[in-house]
C-alpha cells in the first residue's frame, strides 16, 4: 500500500476567491508545504505533508476501525483551511491504475473549529461522505467503487471554512493499492 505522498511533482494546489483562481506552485524546502507565494506568509496557510507531527488523532470514527490503532497512522497531509470565504483544492492529477483506495480524513487532536465543508471529487464525480465532527478522530471513506483499475485516477480535495476563522486543522491520507 502507498499513500499520497509518493510523487510530490504531480500534485497541484489551487486557492479560489469567488472566480478568481490562483496556482499554489511554490514547494516551499524547509516546511514541505504548498505555498502560494506572493499572498501566504504563515506556515498554518501552506499544504503539504506534516512534517511537523500536527495532525494527531487518538481514535477512529465508530465504524471506520481498522486494525492499525488510529495513532499509529503517518504520512498525513496538514490542509489547514483559509478565512472565509478562501478556498482551496489540492489535485493529484494521476494516481496511476489502483485496485483500492481509502482516503482518511478527520480533525486533528489540536483544532479548535469543525466549521469546514470538505469536498472530495473522484475522476470528476463528487464522493459523498459523512461529517466529521470530532477533534482527534479519524474517519475512512472507501472509493473502490469510483475506481478506473487502468487509470489514470484523479483526486480532488477542497477545503474552505464556513464560519468564523478558528484553529482547524484538517488532515488527509490515503492507502493506494495497485
Given at each position: 500500500?502507498?499513500?499520497?505522498?509518493?510523487?510530490?511533482?504531480?500534485?497541484?494546489?489551487?486557492?479560489?476567491?469567488?472566480?478568481?483562481?490562483t496556482p499554489?506552485?511554490?514547494?516551499?524546502?524547509?516546511?514541505?508545504?504548498?505555498?502560494?507565494?506572493?499572498?501566504?506568509?504563515?506556515?498554518?496557510?501552506?499544504?503539504?505533508?506534516?512534517?511537523?507531527?500536527?495532525?494527531?488523532?487518538?481514535?477512529?470514527?465508530?465504524?471506520?476501525?481498522?486494525?492499525?490503532?488510529?495513532?499509529?497512522?503517518?504520512?498525513?497531509?496538514?490542509?489547514?483551511?483559509?478565512?472565509?470565504?478562501?478556498?482551496?483544492?489540492?489535485?493529484?492529477?494521476?494516481?496511476?491504475p489502483l485496485?483500492?483506495?481509502q482516503l482518511?480524513?478527520?480533525?486533528?487532536?489540536?483544532?479548535?473549529?469543525?466549521?469546514?465543508?470538505?469536498?472530495?471529487?473522484?475522476?470528476?464525480?463528487?464522493?459523498?461522505?459523512?461529517?466529521?465532527?470530532?477533534?482527534?478522530?479519524?474517519?475512512?471513506?472507501?472509493?473502490?467503487?469510483?475506481?478506473?483499475?487502468?487509470?489514470?485516477?484523479?483526486?480532488?480535495?477542497?477545503?474552505?471554512?464556513?464560519?468564523?476563522?478558528?484553529?482547524?486543522?484538517?488532515?488527509?491520507?490515503?492507502?493506494?493499492?495497485?
Amino acid at each position: 500500500m502507498g499513500g499520497l505522498g509518493e510523487d510530490l511533482e504531480q500534485v497541484r494546489v489551487w486557492r479560489t476567491h469567488g472566480v478568481s483562481k490562483t496556482p499554489c506552485d511554490y514547494l516551499n524546502p524547509n516546511t514541505m508545504h504548498f505555498e502560494c507565494s506572493r499572498i501566504e506568509h504563515e506556515y498554518w496557510q501552506g499544504w503539504g505533508p506534516d512534517i511537523r507531527g500536527q495532525c494527531r488523532f487518538d481514535r477512529w470514527r465508530p465504524g471506520d476501525e481498522m486494525s492499525a490503532p488510529a495513532e499509529t497512522i503517518k504520512d498525513l497531509w496538514y490542509l489547514h483551511p483559509e478565512k472565509q470565504p478562501i478556498g482551496k483544492t489540492i489535485v493529484w492529477p494521476d494516481l496511476g491504475p489502483l485496485t483500492d483506495l481509502q482516503l482518511l480524513l478527520g480533525y486533528a487532536e489540536p483544532s479548535r473549529g469543525f466549521d469546514v465543508e470538505i469536498s472530495v471529487r473522484l475522476n470528476g464525480v463528487e464522493v459523498p461522505q459523512p461529517p466529521l465532527r470530532r477533534q482527534g478522530e479519524l474517519a475512512r471513506l472507501r472509493l473502490a467503487d469510483h475506481l478506473q483499475p487502468k487509470g489514470p485516477n484523479r483526486l480532488e480535495v477542497g477545503v474552505r471554512a464556513t464560519g468564523e476563522h478558528d484553529y482547524r486543522q484538517v488532515c488527509l491520507g490515503a492507502l493506494l493499492s495497485r
